[in-house]
């Protein structure tokens, strides 16, 4: 039996029929996997390298290249303090110092209880509203001690679950609003995209074999 539940499964197979090449579905799968779970568990990882037809290794490789893919279990609430140039000179080193004595927990530490992790982050593109937190990638912007207490004691008594939701659930993975195209036109489109790639490379390649 696979690891993906039956609706996750689904949208899987959903978004891998949108691309020309089954591998290009590689990183918004990565994202599902952190729906179901919070986090890329082996099984994840192991299950989509099935559905992409690549090695369990490719899929590893490319979650660890980037900051949005968490190899181990985090907490329900992932709270990201940017330390960023903007956000240090407006008290953002400080701040994270505030959230991780809050907690209990040291940066990249999470909590006994599994509800936060503390994470340090770079420049999250809101300079102009910091220092700026992030949870679960919704943005909390220009905060103090005062209102970064504030935000964990009513993540911690769910007062906010309408905004933010559970750790690894992103919109652009699953798009409910704003605007839409349909599947046809994106398959179409991306169809020829790589046909033209593919028609350009061709092209080069007869250019440097023609030189030699
Ligand atoms: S430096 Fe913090 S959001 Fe840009």
Redesign the pocket.
Known sequence: MGHFNSEVLQRAKELIALYPHPRSALIPLCHLAQEQDGWLTPEAIEEIAQLLDISPAEVAGTASFYDMFHRKPVGRYLISV???????LSG?RELLQHVSQRLGVAVGGTTADGMFTLEE???????G????VQVNHRFFSAMTPDSVDQLVEDLAAGKLSDVVPPHGVLNRVKREVGLQVPVEELVRQRREASQAREERARLAQQGQEGRS
């Not at 940017?82 to 240090?88: E, Q, V, Y």
């Not at 509203?129 to 700026?132: C, K």
């Open positions: 940017c330390t960023n140039i903007a956000c240090m953002g982050a770079e420049c999250l593109a809101d300079c509203s910091a220092p700026v």
